[in-house]
């Protein structure tokens, strides 16, 4: 079984970028799809960013189109969300997860088997 760490978190400003990485261990990442989740205090998880297999198709929220990429580096097993123009909104703890493989990408919580434990991001206005 995959096991997931999340790392690059931390207190930025607001205009700032970031790059959270997702370290996979335990068994090869390369076959399933990568999906980078978030939750600010008080609400719900929320989808933000989805990559499949091969790095061909990416998903994006519309809260961060146009200012978060997704990437993987399948030889490092890893998967990366490089974010710019940060927002106070932004302020959350991000989480990647990985699903059981395949070739369709769900983009719920629910479609993701594996979850690391999360980095904190927090942007100061």
């Known amino acids: 079984q995959v096991q997931l760490v999340e790392s690059g978190g931390g207190l930025v400003q607001a205009g700032d970028s970031l790059r959270l990485s997702c370290a996979a261990s335990?068994?090869?990442?390369?076959?399933?799809?990568v999906g980078w989740f978030r939750q600010a205090p008080g609400k719900d998880r929320e989808f933000i960013s989805a990559i499949d297999w091969s790095g061909n198709t990416t998903y994006y929220a519309d809260s961060v189109k146009g200012r978060a990429t997704i990437s993987r580096a399948n030889a490092k097993n890893a998967v990366y969300l490089q974010m710019t123009s940060l927002r106070p909104e932004d302020t959350a703890v991000y989480y990647c997860?990985?699903?059981?493989?395949?070739?369709?990408?769900?983009?719920?919580?629910?479609?993701?088997?594996?979850w690391g434990q999360g980095t904190q991001v927090t942007v100061s206005s």
């Open positions: 997860a990985a699903d059981r493989g395949g070739l369709r990408v769900g983009l719920r919580e629910a479609d993701f088997a594996t």
């Open positions: 335990g068994r090869r990442l390369s076959s399933s799809a």
